[in-house]
Every structure is written in C-alpha cells, then in structure tokens.
C-alpha cells in the first residue's frame, strides 16, 4: 500500500526556516519523481518544486525560488522541503506528491494528507 | 490569478453528463500534456486523469478527458453525489518552467 506522510509543520515567524520531511511507504522512491504541492486556506492547489528519481532535475515555481530546497533519500524513503525566508504568504497545507514518471511531469498518482504551516509573526 | 483558467463552479444533477473547462496557452496546454485532479472535502486531491485522456486504474471509466489546441475537457457521466468535490486542471508551462493548475471547479450535484 503507498504511503506518503509529511511532517515538521507548525508556526514559524516571518524569516525563520523549516524544514518539511516525507516519510514513503509502498513503493519504490528512487523509480519516481518527488513533487510537494501547498494549498493556502480556502484556496486551490499551487505546486512547489520537482525532484527527478535521482536528484539531478530539480525545478521550482516562481514564487519560492532561492527560498526553498528539495531533496530526496532514496535509501532512507524521505523527501525533504527546506523553506528559508518563510513569508506570510507561504502559510498552507504541504503536500508531497508521487510522480508516475521517474523524471519529468506526467501525473502526481498518490499524494500525503499534508502538514500545515502558519507564519506568522 | 491562476495560469489555467477553470470556472469558479459547475453543476448537474445525478446521473447526468457534465463537462469541466480548462482553458490555457501555447505555453503550456498547447505544448504539454493535461492533468485532472479531485479533491474532496477535507481530503488530499486525486488524480483522475494524466496524459490529457489517460486514466489510472482506479479511477472509473465515468471519468474522461480531452484536449484540443490550448483548451481542454473532463467530462463526468452519470453523475452521482460522491462527485461532489473540486477538480483542479493542470499542465506543465514552458515558459514559466514549471506546473501550473487552474483555480479549481467546485462541482455540486443538485
């Protein structure tokens, strides 16, 4: 059964950083590429960054680039989301994502129920 | 302001056929493939179509998508009220390098 679960969430001042982990179950991570997609309170889903099945393609949305880094453990099943720079406007549900492919977008096929972060100061 | 632009909402009554909008650019869905996604009420989204019309096995086949130039489709047959969710478009953008999603449909069954 696949399995995805983040954590490391919580409140952080405006500046501070943290760091999100995703603990994979049921699969194979090093076959697939990583994905973590936020949704702000009552709004929709906005991606955050790829990670191809190895770590060499690596791409960011506009609005976190220079601030956020991901990067995987393919042996110990862990996706991670380092966020610098928190601003308010980062506040949402985390989610990390599977891929069906192992490098580039094709479809996010499981998803984590996600970790909430709020910064706020 | 999303890249993709969905309507805010939709509706139908059970065992109907609806069909949800997505509308794009050369960028992106003129270029690339479409993904769907459902997200129920206080859930995780799901994907139900990738590939512009290729649905995973657990996603019944009431579910089908299409796309033509920078527009695309997920039509929604027999209708039933555990449809009732937000569906949420999405393509990878050439341009901006990354993916983008549309706003999102909330979908009601009367």
């Known amino acids: 059964q696949v399995q995805l679960e983040e954590s490391g969430g919580g409140v952080v001042q405006p500046g501070r950083s943290l760091k999100l982990t995703c603990e994979i179950s049921?699969?194979?991570?090093?076959?697939?590429?990583m994905h973590w997609v936020r949704q702000a309170p009552g709004k929709g889903l906005e991606w955050v960054a790829i990670l191809s099945y190895e770590g060499s393609h690596e791409k960011y949305a506009d609005s976190v680039k220079g601030r956020f880094t991901i990067s995987r453990d393919n042996y110990k099943n862990i996706v991670y989301l380092q966020m610098d720079g928190l601003r308010v406007e980062d506040t949402a549900v985390y989610h990390c994502?599977?891929?069906?492919?192992?490098?580039?977008?094709?479809?996010?096929?499981?998803w984590g129920q996600g970790t909430t972060v709020t910064v706020s100061s | 302001q999303s890249v993709l632009t969905q309507p805010l909402s939709a509706s139908g009554a059970p065992g109907q056929r609806i069909t949800l909008s997505c509308s794009g650019s050369?960028?992106?869905?003129?270029?690339?493939?479409v993904s769907w996604y459902q997200q129920l009420p206080e859930a995780a989204p799901k994907l139900l179509i990738c590939g512009n019309n290729e649905r995973p096995s657990d996603v019944p086949d009431r579910f089908s998508g299409s796309k033509s130039g920078t527009s695309a489709s997920l039509a929604i047959s027999g209708l039933q009220s555990e449809d009732e969710a937000d569906y949420y478009c999405?393509?990878?953008?050439?341009?901006?390098?990354?993916?983008?999603f549309g706003g999102g449909t909330k979908l009601t069954v009367l």
């Open positions: 994502a599977k891929d069906r492919n192992g490098v580039y977008y094709y479809g996010m096929e499981a």
């Open positions: 049921g699969f194979t991570l090093m076959n697939h590429a």
């Open positions: 050369s960028s992106n869905i003129g270029a690339n493939s």
């Open positions: 999405a393509a990878w953008d050439d341009r901006l390098n990354g993916l983008v």
